[in-house]
């Protein structure tokens, strides 16, 4: 589209002078000579948005880490702690930062990298996962033994969360955990065995948001902790 507006002030041009001379390509070249160069000049000197994208990665960590908390709080005690509107800011803050590391990638031209926009797509989808799953976790209503399980899991993973570990631990750990699971005595009645099957469900879940986690790249200098 703007590459179509550009062809058409061109030829506007060239239209309105009535004749097409060598003279007149040529004033066309050098506009847009100097309208590309002067996109360049701004664009080097564009104000970078990284601070702010990095304090956005914070404050999405922070969210995503309390939230698994909470998740391991209700499988321990039947007490749900997260509420509609934590869920509904953390999946906004995580739009809003997306939004902002896609406007660094437009504004700088000649940075090849998109780590902030990569990693934000991925703690997208990784949210849109938890969202999914946290039904799912409220209908498990026993205090079977397999809840203790994941909980002991996700609060080794959120006492992890700023190290930049990516999948592929998490994902090991979790094959332990499912060997736990096998080991535990069958379920006594139906209550518990659709309890069981919601947890395996649980597990599956977040064998698949490890794995989104493997595709992220990490620059080590732009982890926030490390």
Same mark, same amino acid.
């Given at each position: 589209?703007?590459?179509?507006?550009?062809?058409?002030?061109?030829?506007?041009?060239?239209?309105?002078?009535?004749?097409?001379?060598?003279?007149?390509?040529?004033?066309?070249?050098?506009?847009?000579?100097?309208?590309?160069?002067?996109? !360049?000049?701004?664009?080097?000197?564009?104000?970078?948005?990284?601070? *702010? &994208?990095?304090? *956005?990665?914070?404050?999405?960590?922070? *969210?995503?880490?309390?939230?698994?908390?909470?998740?391991?709080?209700?499988?321990?005690?039947?007490?749900?702690?997260?509420?509609?509107?934590?869920?509904?800011?953390?999946?906004?803050?995580?739009?809003?930062?997306?939004?902002?590391?896609?406007?660094?990638?437009?504004?700088?031209?000649?940075?090849?990298?998109?780590?902030?926009?990569?990693?934000?797509?991925?703690?997208? *989808?990784?949210?849109?996962?938890?969202?999914?799953?946290?039904?799912?976790?409220?209908?498990?209503?026993?205090?079977?033994?397999?809840?203790?399980?994941?909980?002991?899991?996700?609060?080794?993973?959120?006492?992890?969360?700023?190290?930049?570990?990516?999948?592929?631990?998490? &994902?090991?750990?979790?094959?332990?955990?499912?060997?736990?699971?096998?080991?535990?005595?069958?379920?006594?009645?139906?209550?518990?065995?659709?309890?069981?099957?919601?947890?395996?469900?649980?597990?599956?879940? &977040?064998?698949?948001?490890?794995?989104?986690?493997?595709? !992220?790249?990490?620059?080590?200098?732009?982890?926030?902790?490390?």
């Amino acid at each position: 589209m703007k590459g179509f507006v550009t062809s058409s002030v061109i030829i506007l041009h060239i239209y309105t002078s009535g004749s097409l001379t060598i003279q007149g390509v040529f004033n066309e070249v050098a506009l847009v000579v100097i309208g590309i160069g002067s996109a !360049l000049v701004v664009n080097v000197y564009m104000p970078s948005l990284e601070r *702010k &994208l990095t304090l *956005k990665q914070v404050e999405v960590e922070n *969210k995503l880490q309390h939230i698994l908390i909470e998740i391991a709080e209700y499988l321990r005690t039947n007490k749900k702690l997260w509420t509609e509107r934590e869920i509904t800011e953390t999946v906004q803050l995580i739009k809003e930062a997306k939004s902002i590391a896609f406007r660094e990638v437009e504004n700088n031209f000649f940075r090849k990298e998109d780590y902030y926009y990569h990693y934000f797509t991925i703690r997208e *989808k990784q949210m849109d996962l938890l969202v999914r799953m946290l039904p799912t976790l409220e209908q498990v209503h026993p205090m079977i033994e397999q809840r203790y399980i994941i909980a002991d899991f996700l609060d080794y993973v959120a006492s992890y969360f700023y190290t930049g570990r990516m999948g592929q631990p998490y &994902l090991e750990k979790l094959k332990r955990v499912e060997e736990d699971f096998r080991k535990v005595a069958p379920p006594e009645n139906w209550e518990m065995f659709e309890a069981r099957a919601h947890l395996l469900m649980i597990v599956r879940e &977040l064998e698949y948001y490890f794995s989104i986690m493997n595709k !992220l790249k990490l620059d080590q200098k732009k982890l926030v902790f490390n």
